[in-house]
């Protein structure tokens, strides 16, 4: 559970493939353009792509690297991509971390620039993320894979408590409550969680135990209300941005997680007021 060099990273989890993303992004405005309102799934899709590009370029700005699963395509790779650039930029200080299968795929030119680490199979890429991010970013865009690295995230912060609360903690070990961030333009994400606690571990047991329920507390949910209008709505209607409030907030929060002692936390919506609520 150590994390290398003390470093702050954040696992993104938001599924890795999908086409080249510059004739992806083309075709969603080509799309939305001639369809306007009636092009949701062009909208979605690149509403998901940019708010991606967003939340890797901030991480690296505030000195936090991206963990991803190492592919420039689709929307893990847009955050993926967008970290390294931003990174380049300020020299290289908070370069993108990714997880690659070389066995399987020995010559992807499309690895992520920056740290690459070669993994066996889809469990010890999980260990990794699990090992080495201090948060994690759920969004839409995933699969199945994503679906097991959300859980298995999950899973893994109540292991952490489990062993602060009853087992043996060594001081390598960075247990620290991990913050949760759903970035979900399209509402989609919300629902899944939702899901899961209401009809998979159920309602009343997850807002019983404390383990579970601290984790609901520190899924921090920001969507539809956290985004604003991008310009050009005329032509392209429905395209969306992280507000600047949405993007202090989620800087706050990380900035709580790397220091010693815990400041107030900004005031944002959470997996658990969502459940209490319903």
């Known amino acids: 559970m150590a994390n290398p060099d003390n470093e702050y990273a954040a696992a993104i989890f938001a599924g890795g493939g999908g086409p080249d993303l510059g004739k992806a992004a083309a075709g969603y405005l080509k799309e939305i353009r001639v369809q306007g309102l009636k092009s949701e799934s062009a909208k979605e899709s690149l509403n998901i792509l940019w708010s991606m590009a967003e939340i890797?370029?901030?991480?690296?700005?505030?000195?936090?690297?991206?963990?991803?699963?190492?592919?420039?395509?689709?929307?893990?790779?847009?955050?993926s991509k967008a970290a390294f650039e931003t990174?380049?930029?300020?020299?290289?200080?908070?370069?993108?971390?990714?997880?690659?299968?070389?066995?399987?795929?020995?010559?992807?030119?499309?690895?992520?620039?920056?740290?690459?680490?070669?993994?066996?199979?889809?469990?010890?890429?999980?260990?990794?993320?699990?090992?080495?991010?201090?948060?994690?970013?759920?969004?839409?865009?995933?699969?199945?894979?994503?679906?097991?690295?959300?859980?298995?995230?999950?899973?893994?912060?109540?292991?952490?408590?489990?062993?602060?609360?009853?087992?043996?903690?060594?001081e390598k070990d960075n247990l620290k409550p991990r913050p949760f961030f759903v970035i979900d333009p399209t509402g989609k994400m919300q629902e899944l969680l939702t899901f899961i606690i209401e009809k998979y571990i159920g309602k009343?047991?997850?807002?019983?135990?404390?383990?579970?329920s601290g984790i609901l507390k520190r899924m921090y949910i920001f969507g539809e209300d956290s985004f604003v209008p991008a310009g050009g709505q005329g032509k392209y209607p429905g395209l969306v941005h992280l507000s600047e409030d949405s993007k202090k907030a989620i800087e706050?929060?990380?900035?709580?997680?790397?220091?010693?002692?815990?400041?107030?936390?900004?005031?944002?919506?959470?997996?658990?007021?969502m459940i209490t609520a319903i």
């Open 56 to 79: 890797g370029s901030l991480l690296s700005n505030i000195g936090w690297r991206v963990i991803t699963g190492g592919y420039y395509m689709g929307p893990m790779g847009m955050a």
């Open 87 to 170: 990174s380049k930029n300020q020299g290289g200080r908070a370069t993108p971390i990714g997880a690659i299968f070389s066995d399987f795929f020995p010559e992807d030119p499309l690895t992520a620039k920056g740290e690459v680490l070669e993994v066996k199979n889809l469990s010890q890429r999980q260990e990794m993320y699990f090992s080495r991010a201090r948060a994690f970013f759920f969004m839409g865009g995933g699969g199945l894979g994503t679906l097991s690295e959300i859980t298995g995230a999950m899973k893994d912060d109540s292991l952490r408590e489990e062993v602060l609360k009853f087992g043996t903690h060594t």
């Open 204 to 212: 009343e047991k997850a807002l019983g135990d404390e383990i579970i």
């Open 252 to 273: 706050q929060i990380l900035t709580a997680q790397s220091n010693e002692q815990t400041p107030k936390l900004p005031e944002v919506a959470t997996l658990y007021g």
